[in-house]
């Protein structure tokens, strides 16, 4: 089928088992060859490096295509919520050899930035290597894809996992630095004294950050562009006379990225940041004592204790939304940040540097600089991680302390004086008493045969294979090992039936056995149709459940004695869902 390719977060990545591939948002897929008609406008592909595709370009290639998946858990990443609004319909990948027929234009703002992306990471590669290339990447061309597991994980446990994701801090310190060095620069010539020399400072800054934005992926990425709008809107006031700093100009950054991109709502990062940035903003607006400092190093302390406050108050504005969509805490993520931010600044600045002598071939300096930062950043990192073991938990929470976070945010942006804390003093106390949510006592897959269910304090596979999508995200999401094979499992040519000791239950796999197991367990499980007399006796998932509602959630109710059931897809007839076929 000929297709048109328009790439969004374009990356490429390397796989130990896979050959280096490239992501891609294709539009205007054409069938051919006879190939069945699609009912997509675009679709998400991992494809060869070779041949190099840029935004414009057209291609032919045989494509193997599968629907956009759904949450697998309740309340999980929704794929088919967020691809639905930017229009990709499916993701897949090559089956054959892809012949590009078309060129795009030359003149296409969305191609030459693409191409100095790549050029730009192509110079960080050539320069750095391993975890410092893969991080170096991230931070300046906002491409991930290299950074490993492992590194994600030691980032993630030290509280410094947003460092490597384009955002307010890396924009503050590029934009914001240019700003100051412009202002200093403008302000140490006698003769251009009766400029605006402030307004002009902060009209380079806007350029800078637009710039930047740019190199990171340009409005595809959504935490860079929000950052970037924000601080539009801090230079705008500057330019304006006006605060730059006020809730006024969250609210209006708020309103703009609502209207451009009504679903970033429900993203992460969107709550992540605005938390954070409601939660700085409203304490430094809250009255206090001004002590100034006399010395060097009163100075220098102060700059050390506002930076932890700064770094413990947007911990703490952000703790509830980490812990609902991460399930996981950093609980020395203060102390981890203020130790790593004199090297994040090395990083930014060197990173600027290489930016500057690109031109003249002299980036790898830059580079190497930037280098030593991200070696010094990785180093905290471990250290701090290693000081964690053992504190980090793994908080599940109920779905309303998602909206109930949301609303004392907002009651604490309102509210201008110390009562602003009011709604979050009682928050904290409701989510530890009312908000913790029960773990499962049995998940089921809806498009693969796994099944896992309760074996002692951990989970073990009574069905499936360990190693499966749904599986992999399972541990990670409970942060447990779920084990190949539960040992109360007995299984024959018709059923397995799993004695859980408070409970039991019977996977039938042939129409033979519901005869005999229907009525003798407490849950049945098939992936073909159960017969209504059977499903009348005790609970029973068919595959008309899973069609319907995705991955099964059950957790066993001692009380009542029957299971509580929760799908990870509640309502299937939204715009979004794809129809079970």
């Known amino acids: 089928m000929g297709l048109l390719v328009y790439p969004l977060c374009p990356t490429t990545h390397e796989n130990p088992d896979t050959p280096e591939a490239t992501r891609l948002i294709v539009s205007s ?107 170096g990447k991230a931070m300046v061309v906002g491409d991930q894809s290299d950074i490993t597991d492992d590194t994600r994980d030691v980032m993630a446990a030290s509280g410094l996992a947003h460092i490597y994701s384009i955002s307010g801090l890396h924009l503050s310190i590029v934009a914001g630095g240019i700003y100051w060095l412009v202002r200093l620069a403008l302000a140490s010539i006698p003769a251009l004294m009766a400029l605006p020399i402030k307004k002009i400072a902060a009209a380079t800054g806007i350029v800078a950050a637009f710039l930047y934005l740019l190199l990171a992926g340009g409005m595809s990425n ?47 990062s969107f709550q992540l940041s605005f938390a954070a940035v409601v939660g700085l903003i409203g304490i430094y607006e809250l009255p206090r004592s001004q002590f100034g400092a006399s010395n060097a190093v009163e100075r220098l302390w102060s700059l050390a204790t506002a930076t932890a406050w700064t770094s413990f108050i947007a911990g ?78 793994n908080p599940l929470l109920s779905g309303w302390t998602l909206m109930a976070a949301l609303a004392a945010l907002a009651w604490f942006a309102f509210i201008e004086d110390h009562w602003r804390l009011a709604a979050l003093a009682l928050l904290v106390p409701l989510v530890l008493v009312f908000g ?53 499992t007995r299984c024959d040519g018709l059923a397995c039936v799993v004695e859980a000791g408070v409970f039991s239950l019977s996977i039938v796999r042939n129409p033979s056995a519901f005869a005999e197991d229907c009525g003798m367990h407490d849950l049945i499980i098939a992936r073909i149709a159960i017969p209504a007399w059977c499903a009348s006796q005790q609970p029973a998932i068919g595959p008309d459940d899973l069609a319907r509602g995705g991955v099964q959630w059950l957790r066993w109710d001692a009380g009542d004695q029957d299971f509580e059931i929760r799908p990870a897809i509640p309502n299937p007839n939204r715009p979004w869902r794809i129809p079970a076929r």
């Open 436 to 488: 913790l949510e029960p773990r499962p006592d049995i998940l089921i897959a809806d498009t693969t045969q796994a099944v896992a269910v309760r074996d002692g304090d951990g989970m073990a596979l009574a069905s499936g294979r360990a190693g499966s999508f749904a599986v992999d995200v399972w541990s990670r999401h409970y942060q447990t090992e779920i084990a190949a094979a539960h040992s109360g």
């Open 222 to 268: 959504v935490p860079a562009f929000r950052s970037t709008l924000m601080l539009a809107l801090i230079f705008g006031a500057v330019l304006a006379g006006r605060r730059a700093l006020t809730m006024r100009n969250v609210g209006l950054a708020a309103i703009l990225i609502i209207l451009i991109d009504p679903a970033s709502v429900f993203r992460p």
């Open 29 to 135: 897929l054409t069938p051919i060859d006879g190939a069945r008609a699609l009912d997509i406008s675009r679709a998400r592909l991992f494809l060869p490096p070779e041949p190099k595709l840029l935004p414009g370009d057209s291609f032919i290639a045989p494509l193997r295509l599968a629907p956009v998946p759904g949450p697998v858990l309740p309340g999980a990443h929704d794929g088919q919520f967020h691809a639905y609004f930017i229009g990709v319909g499916a993701y897949g990948s090559a089956t054959g050899t892809i012949e590009r027929i078309g060129q795009g234009s030359n003149i296409d703002l969305a191609r030459q930035a693409q191409a100095i992306r790549s050029h730009i990471a192509g110079r960080i590669d050539l320069a750095l290597d391993g975890r410092s290339a893969a991080i």
């Open 316 to 393: 703490a504005a952000t703790l509830l939304f980490s812990a609902y969509h991460f399930q996981q805490t950093a609980p020395l993520s203060v102390l981890g940040n203020v130790m790593a931010l004199p090297f994040v600044g090395l990083i930014m600045w060197a990173g600027v540097v290489a930016m500057l002598l690109m031109p003249l071939g002299l980036d790898t300096i830059g580079f190497v600089a930037m280098g030593w930062g991200i070696d010094g950043m990785l180093l905290v990192a471990e250290t701090v991680a290693a000081w964690s073991q053992g504190l980090t938990g």
